[in-house]
């Protein structure tokens, strides 16, 4: 009937000239009134024509394409399987390159020169500046040691303010917990307690994922238009971003103590 039709038109997204099927027989005359349903026959009858001649004209679209596909030389399919080993390999030459460097597992270092080895080493860094009194310091653990292993394309290190005064001083870390995010020896962001995760303890692994993606110090593939945690009554909007420095450039400003 027509509205089967129709319907099956728009399955397939076709968009049909009233044209289709009469290109070379004489054009329809206007309906005429009949009794009953005739004209509405008419119609349908018409409008099956139609579809049929779309459906025909997609069959052999789809026919082209598969043709092609069969066409397809053994060498050229040898070329794309060689394309598709290489790239294999080198993923994997990466990963083990990686892995050699200390990343995948949650770290801790245990002074200031090794941050700075560390850090000279890999392209991507996050470091928790921590102390063991703070109990949300706990829970950042449980999330980067996650995420770590996640993420083999970053290094996740800790570090206890107390083995590193030189280096709180000059990143002028006053909260705990704090990250630093790195790039290539630079820092990139910090996130500052938890007002960038959601202003609440129960933050989730991924909405740290999320934080991180945003600076773009891990190879972050949800959407970062939509925050995890936008479905909480409470959240932070601010961030802590600041400008590309070096890691013994401006000072880094915080407006609240130690919590």
């Known amino acids: 009937g027509v509205e089967t039709c129709v319907n099956l038109v728009g399955a397939l997204g076709l968009r049909l000239p009233l044209?289709?099927?009469?290109?070379?027989?004489?054009?329809?005359?206007?309906?005429?009134?009949?009794?009953?349903?005739?004209?509405?026959?008419?119609?349908?009858?018409?409008?099956?024509?139609?579809?049929?001649?779309?459906?025909?004209?997609?069959?052999?679209?789809?026919?082209?394409?598969?043709?092609?596909?069969?066409?397809?030389?053994?060498?050229e399919l040898e070329l794309l399987k060689e394309k598709r080993l290489a790239a294999l390999r080198k993923a994997q030459q990466q990963k083990q390159e990686w892995l050699s460097k200390g990343h995948g597992e949650y770290r801790e270092i245990g002074s200031e020169r090794d941050?700075?080895?560390?850090?000279?080493?890999?392209?991507?860094?996050?470091?928790?500046?921590?102390?063991?009194?703070?109990?949300?310091?706990?829970?950042l653990d449980r999330h980067l040691a996650i995420l770590a292993k996640k993420h083999l394309e970053t290094k996740f290190l800790k570090l206890n303010v107390e083995k590193a005064p030189f280096l709180c001083e000059r990143l002028r870390i006053k909260v705990i917990p704090t990250l630093a995010l790195l790039r290539d020896g630079k820092t990139q962001d910090y996130i500052v307690g938890f007002t960038d995760l959601g202003n609440?303890?129960?933050f989730t692994t991924e909405t740290l994922e999320w934080r991180l993606g945003c600076s773009d110090v891990i190879n972050y593939s949800g959407n970062l238009m939509e925050p995890p945690f936008q479905s909480q009554k409470k959240f932070g909007t601010n961030f802590t971003k600041l400008e590309k420095k070096t890691i013994r450039g401006k000072k880094y400003d915080s407006d609240s103590d130690d919590d």
């Not at 289709?20 to 009953?36: L, S």
């Not at 119609?43 to 066409?71: G, M, R, Y």
């Not at 000279?120 to 829970?139: A, G, L, M, P």
């Open 200 to 202: 609440t303890d129960d």
């Open 19 to 75: 044209s289709v099927g009469f290109t070379n027989n004489p054009a329809p005359r206007p309906f005429r009134k009949m009794e009953g349903n005739g004209s509405i026959d008419m119609f349908s009858e018409v409008l099956e024509n139609q579809f049929l001649q779309a459906a025909k004209l997609v069959e052999n679209h789809l026919d082209s394409e598969i043709q092609k596909l069969d066409q397809i030389g053994e060498d």
């Open 115 to 139: 941050f700075f080895q560390e850090v000279k080493e890999s392209e991507k860094v996050v470091c928790h500046f921590y102390r063991d009194t703070t109990f949300r310091c706990k829970i």
